[in-house]
């Protein structure tokens, strides 16, 4: 890695053996005691830089009719994620589910603390989707990519098969629609990396 360092700061450290250095979280610098201050960038694409620290924090997703006919009620049981570098974990958890009107379009969560890489579709394990009024043999979660109108990159939506036969991913696009919950739960988890130089990455 490759710091470029002003020239008095070079000066000071060469002219001690010990130099104090304080992190100002504000201003992303790094003051040391000759009251110069040295910036230790992110790294990014084409820039070497230093890692973020971890980052675990709670976060509220939304769930959402993409028709906009019908809303849902629901109870976030604890959703959290934790953040290493430009690499984001993530926990779902929402219970109590159930909605007001009539749903008439795709099923989705909405509100990923960061924004998914790039136009790719990521997918995500399921632990729980009960009590809806969708039948289905197999099911699966995954991240939009912001490569469809209506869907951004911190949206996840399900798509699933109502036979044993039917395929399932692969674009096969079979999402859930027009899904309506009685006291129901959906559970996901997961992990995606976030674009270096992004927006979402310095933040």
Excluded: C
């Excluded at 000071?12 to 040391?32: A, F, G, H, I, M």
């Excluded at 049981?77 to 009107?101: D, M, P, W």
């Excluded at 109108?149 to 692969?170: A, H, N, R």
């Amino acid at each position: 890695m490759k710091i470029n360092l002003d020239f008095k700061i070079l000066k000071y450290l060469l002219s001690k053996t010990k130099v104090d250095l304080n992190y100002k979280k504000e201003t992303r610098e790094v003051e040391n005691t000759s009251g110069n201050n040295a910036v230790l960038p992110y790294p990014t694409a084409t820039t070497a830089g230093l890692l973020q620290r971890n980052d675990r924090r709670n976060f509220n997703p939304t769930l959402r009719d993409a028709g906009g006919t019908g809303t849902y009620s629901f109870t976030n049981a604890g959703s959290f994620y934790e953040r290493v570098g430009n690499l984001v974990y993530f926990h779902i958890i929402l219970t109590n589910i159930n909605q007001t009107g009539t749903p008439s379009n795709t099923l989705y969560i909405g509100g990923l603390p960061f924004s998914v890489t790039s136009t790719l579709s990521y997918p995500f394990s399921i632990g729980g989707f009960t009590r809806s009024n969708v039948n289905f043999h197999n099911l699966i979660a995954r991240s939009r990519g912001g490569n469809a109108p209506g869907f951004d990159k911190k949206d996840i939506v399900f798509e699933y098969s109502d036979s044993l036969s039917d395929s399932i991913g692969q674009g096969s696009n079979n999402f859930m629609k027009s899904v309506s919950f009685t006291n129901g739960i959906i559970n996901v988890s997961g992990w995606y990396p976030i674009t270096f130089g992004s927006s979402d990455y310095v933040n």
